[in-house]
T-cell receptor
Framework: DVKVTQSSRYLVKRTGEKVFLECVQD?????MFWYRQDPGLGLRLIYF???????EKGDIPEGYSVSREKKERFSLILESASTNQTSMYLC?????????????FGPGTRLTVL | KQEVTQIPAALSVPEGENLVLNCSFT??????LQWFRQDPGKGLTSLLL?????REQTSGRLNASLDKSSGRSTLYIAASQPGDSATYLC???????????FGTGTLLAVQP
């Protein structure tokens, strides 16, 4: 079974703090993704990565950065957390195949910024 | 720009009923469509993936259909159970990327 894990289920941070959200997958997937999920807005893509050290902006990258130093790990960084970044953050991974394949999601991190 | 819509936003049915959830998308140039389930406060679980060349996929009591030309997909759940209560999301992959574009989901409640 594919397993995608996220470092924290719940996180509370203060405005201005630097926040790291970690995601690890154990199936040697090339592709990894970070989404945020907000009521009424659904899931929105923040950043994604097709390979180690490679990253591309999604639909809402402002205020975020990412790091992918190893294939299995994809980190989301909030350089200076703000209250409007309070949200559920979901990581996902997938294989690169002839056609885009199934995305597997982690359990999510609920981040509250005070 | 691709937009994905799910109707209804919420649905409540008695146990044992068969039900259909709807998903529509504006751009028919998709690679695949995926249905997910999300339990409260949890991540997403993939239910079914339909490639653009396929018309339907089945898994147990679930059947998903795809009509690319009309920009529609349905998720059929047979003999619903209280354990089916969750939010159901559809998402499409369009263009030469692996990016999913999600609908806002249908919240399903199956009453015992």
């Amino acid at each position: 079974d594919v397993k995608v894990t996220q470092s924290s289920r719940y996180l509370v941070k203060r405005t201005g703090e630097k926040v790291f959200l970690e995601c690890v997958q154990d199936m040697d997937h090339e592709n990894m993704f970070w989404y945020r999920q907000d009521p009424g807005l659904g899931l929105r893509l923040i950043y994604f990565s097709y390979d180690v050290k490679m990253k591309e902006k999604g639909d809402i990258p402002e205020g975020y950065s990412v790091s992918r130093e190893k294939k299995e790990r994809f980190s989301l960084i909030l350089e200076s957390a703000s209250t409007n970044q309070t949200s559920m953050y979901l990581c996902a991974s997938s294989m690169t195949s002839g056609a885009p394949g199934t995305q597997y999601f982690g359990p999510g991190t609920r981040l509250t910024v005070l | 720009k691709q937009e994905v819509t799910q109707i209804p936003a919420a649905l409540s049915v008695p146990e044992g009923e068969n039900l259909v959830l709807n998903c529509s998308f504006t751009d028919s140039a998709i690679y695949n469509l995926q249905w997910f389930r999300q339990d409260p406060g949890k991540g997403l679980t993939s239910l079914l993936l339909i490639q653009s060349s396929q018309r339907e996929q089945t898994s147990g009591r679930l059947n998903a259909s795809l009509d690319k030309s009309s920009g529609r997909s349905t998720l059929y759940i047979a003999a619903s159970q209280p354990g089916d209560s969750a939010t159901y999301l559809c998402a499409v992959v369009g263009g030469a990327t692996n990016k999913l574009i999600f609908g806002t989901g249908t919240l399903l409640a199956v009453q015992p």
